[in-house]
């Protein structure tokens, strides 16, 4: 009997009354004793007005959460809370029988994902299979990804240790250019991991130049700086000058057969003076026509040198020249030429010296003329060299000849 029925409310008693009967019926099933047993009929009658049913699983713990919740349901004190009719009741139970959600109750995620797995165990155990074959991989591939890093940064650690040695080997060996493009290697390549070491051998570095050119093809045995700072010709053992431009920082020209051991830019820097390295004669290379002097220096007759030092006068009329006779034979001495820049005319030779003379220098009124002389510091000739060079008839002799300090 339901609650509205044992109150008398015949009016409200509706097919909700029937509902009661049958979730009755269903609750003694599962438990083997009614919803409600007092000692009296009157008794009985209190307990299903004021109380509530023991929940079906106190007497059977195995009894499913859903069938309870079934069962409750049709057992609710207001008729409201009740089915609506038999067939929602029945829709409940079919539902719990094919392991769906049912309705007396919403079902979180993870109870419909445990319902579904149940109707469908195959498609279920694929699924889970597919899924814990996705988690491998995407583990076991994070797992070689950080192994592989672990492996690479450890390479590259190794590999700076390594190049940074060789640089301090190259460095403390007097060589600046490969320390400095082992620098600027890990600068680009490993710039987190420089350390004190890469800072320190940097600052080493960068104190002797602010940059190098390539290397050339053979030692350099020449150095001249142009009056304007842009140029510098080095001229090469191999017999070749290059030109290298300060402010590209590239070659510009390269000179075959000519520098020998010497070269000197006139005062303009328009012309560059330096030897025919096969015949050891003097020649002028024209920087703007970039070809050589139409002039020949043409030798005076039985001098026969190896050019070895050259200087330019700062007043830009004379060239001064040295020789060997023999390179690496002291004596006897070679020639100390005076060369007019214009003409190209051997001006007088200097004899004074008893053994060659390699590099000379002119002063910066170029009245004087410097030379290196063995057994004493150096040789200066003068005072005074030729007003001009149609003023003196060759061959010409110095003015004069005494001593100075290198």
């Given at each position: 009997?339901?609650p509205e029925q044992?109150?008398?409310?015949?009016?409200e008693?509706?097919t909700?009354?029937d509902?009661y009967?049958?979730?009755?019926?269903?609750y003694e099933?599962l438990?083997g004793?009614?919803?409600?047993?007092?000692g009296?009929?009157?008794?009985?009658?209190?307990?299903?007005?004021d109380q509530?049913?023991?929940?079906?699983?106190f007497?059977?713990?195995a009894i499913?959460?859903?069938l309870?919740?079934?069962c409750?349901k049709?057992l609710?004190?207001e008729?409201g809370?009740?089915?609506?009719s038999?067939?929602?009741?029945?829709?409940?139970l079919e539902?719990?029988l094919?392991?769906e959600?049912i309705?007396?109750?919403?079902?979180g995620?993870?109870?419909r994902l445990?319902?579904w797995m149940?109707r469908?165990?195959?498609?279920?155990?694929?699924a889970?299979?597919?899924?814990g074959?996705?988690?491998?991989v995407a583990?076991?591939?994070?797992v070689i990804?950080l192994?592989?890093?672990?492996?690479g940064d450890?390479?590259?650690r190794e590999l700076y240790?390594?190049?940074?040695?060789?640089?301090?080997?190259a460095?403390?060996r007097?060589?600046?250019s490969l320390?400095r493009?082992?620098?600027d290697?890990?600068?680009?390549?490993?710039p987190h991991?420089?350390?004190?070491?890469?800072h320190?051998?940097?600052?080493q570095c960068?104190?002797?130049?602010?940059?190098?050119?390539?290397?050339?093809p053979?030692?350099?045995?020449?150095?001249?700086?142009s009056?304007?700072?842009?140029l510098?010709a080095?001229?090469?053992?191999?017999?070749n000058?290059r030109?290298?431009?300060?402010?590209?920082r590239?070659e510009?020209?390269?000179?075959?057969?000519f520098g020998?051991?010497?070269?000197?830019?006139?005062?303009?820097g328009s012309?560059?003076?330096?030897f025919?390295?096969?015949?050891?004669?003097l020649?002028?290379?024209d920087?703007?026509?970039?070809?050589?002097a139409t002039?020949?220096?043409?030798?005076?007759?039985?001098h026969?040198?190896?050019?070895t030092g050259?200087a330019w006068?700062?007043?830009?009329?004379y060239?001064a020249?040295?020789g060997?006779t023999?390179?690496?034979?002291?004596?006897p001495?070679?020639?100390i030429?005076?060369?007019?820049?214009?003409?190209?005319?051997?001006?007088f030779?200097?004899?004074?010296?008893t053994a060659?003379?390699?590099k000379?220098?002119?002063?910066?009124d170029?009245r004087?003329l410097?030379t290196?002389a063995p057994?004493?510091?150096?040789h200066?000739v003068?005072p005074?060299?030729?007003?001009?060079?149609?003023?003196?008839a060759?061959?010409?002799?110095?003015?004069?000849?005494?001593?100075?300090?290198?």
């Amino acid at each position: 009997m339901a609650p509205e029925q044992a109150r008398g409310d015949t009016k409200e008693v509706t097919t909700a009354a029937d509902v009661y009967g049958l979730g009755a019926v269903l609750y003694e099933t599962l438990t083997g004793s009614p919803p409600f047993a007092g000692g009296t009929s009157l008794e009985t009658i209190r307990q299903v007005l004021d109380q509530e049913p023991r929940r079906p699983s106190f007497y059977h713990p195995a009894i499913d959460r859903d069938l309870e919740t079934i069962c409750l349901k049709c057992l609710e004190k207001e008729p409201g809370r009740r089915y609506s009719s038999a067939a929602g009741l029945a829709a409940d139970l079919e539902k719990w029988l094919r392991y769906e959600p049912i309705m007396a109750r919403r079902a979180g995620t993870a109870e419909r994902l445990s319902k579904w797995m149940r109707r469908r165990p195959a498609i279920a155990a694929l699924a889970a299979l597919s899924l814990g074959l996705l988690l491998t991989v995407a583990v076991g591939g994070t797992v070689i990804s950080l192994r592989l890093k672990a492996a690479g940064d450890r390479m590259q650690r190794e590999l700076y240790v390594a190049e940074m040695a060789q640089a301090f080997a190259a460095w403390n060996r007097g060589s600046f250019s490969l320390p400095r493009e082992l620098l600027d290697r890990q600068e680009t390549l490993r710039p987190h991991l420089r350390g004190f070491e890469w800072h320190y051998l940097d600052a080493q570095c960068r104190t002797q130049a602010l940059f190098s050119f390539p290397k050339g093809p053979s030692p350099i045995f020449g150095l001249a700086c142009s009056p304007d700072g842009t140029l510098v010709a080095a001229a090469h053992q191999d017999g070749n000058t290059r030109l290298l431009d300060l402010g590209s920082r590239r070659e510009v020209a390269s000179l075959p057969l000519f520098g020998g051991y010497s070269v000197a830019f006139s005062p303009k820097g328009s012309r560059l003076a330096g030897f025919n390295f096969q015949t050891g004669a003097l020649r002028v290379w024209d920087l703007e026509r970039r070809a050589f002097a139409t002039n020949a220096f043409g030798m005076p007759a039985g001098h026969a040198p190896i050019g070895t030092g050259v200087a330019w006068s700062p007043d830009d009329r004379y060239i001064a020249t040295t020789g060997v006779t023999h390179l690496y034979d002291p004596v006897p001495p070679g020639p100390i030429l005076i060369w007019d820049a214009a003409t190209g005319t051997c001006l007088f030779a200097l004899t004074g010296h008893t053994a060659n003379a390699w590099k000379p220098d002119f002063s910066p009124d170029s009245r004087l003329l410097a030379t290196p002389a063995p057994g004493r510091d150096a040789h200066a000739v003068g005072p005074g060299l030729p007003a001009a060079a149609e003023d003196v008839a060759a061959p010409c002799r110095p003015r004069g000849l005494c001593s100075v300090l290198s």
